[in-house]
Nanobody, 126 residues
């Protein structure tokens, strides 16, 4: 019922740019907050950013400051993750996730999210 599908991943050189998309199969996206997480090889899943139903942004990871931005288009039922100045350490599977309500959790607590996409692979390498 609540399905999320990520796209836009791929192989990019260091310093490059990618924009990930997350399309949500929900009746009204404007009542939900959406988060972006990632899982790097050998590491636990890490929260990055969350956007609430009014467009307010909560940052979970300092490593994305000034490089990643999150935005939403409720009419298209899509949330975006714009990633600039990519680094090898950004290599990971990126997931979008639906919050349990209109607000983002203050910290990247996965218990505050209940539906996850299948993920899209981002690889940053020369």
């Amino acid at each position: 019922q609540f399905q999320l599908v990520e796209s836009g991943g791929g192989l990019v050189q260091p310093g490059g740019t990618l924009r990930l998309s997350c399309v949500a199969s929900v009746r009204n996206l404007d009542i939900w907050a959406i988060g972006w997480f990632r899982r790097a090889p050998g590491k636990e899943r890490e929260g990055l950013l969350c956007i609430d139903n009014k467009g307010g942004v909560t940052k979970y990871a300092d490593s994305v400051t000034g490089r990643f931005t999150i935005s939403r288009d409720n009419a298209k039922k899509t949330v975006y993750l714009q990633m600039n100045d990519l680094r090898p350490e950004d290599t990971a599977v990126y997931y979008c996730t639906l919050s349990t309500g209109p607000q983002c959790t203050l910290v990247a607590d996965e218990r505050g999210f209940f539906s996850w996409g299948q993920g899209t692979q981002v690889t940053v390498a020369s």
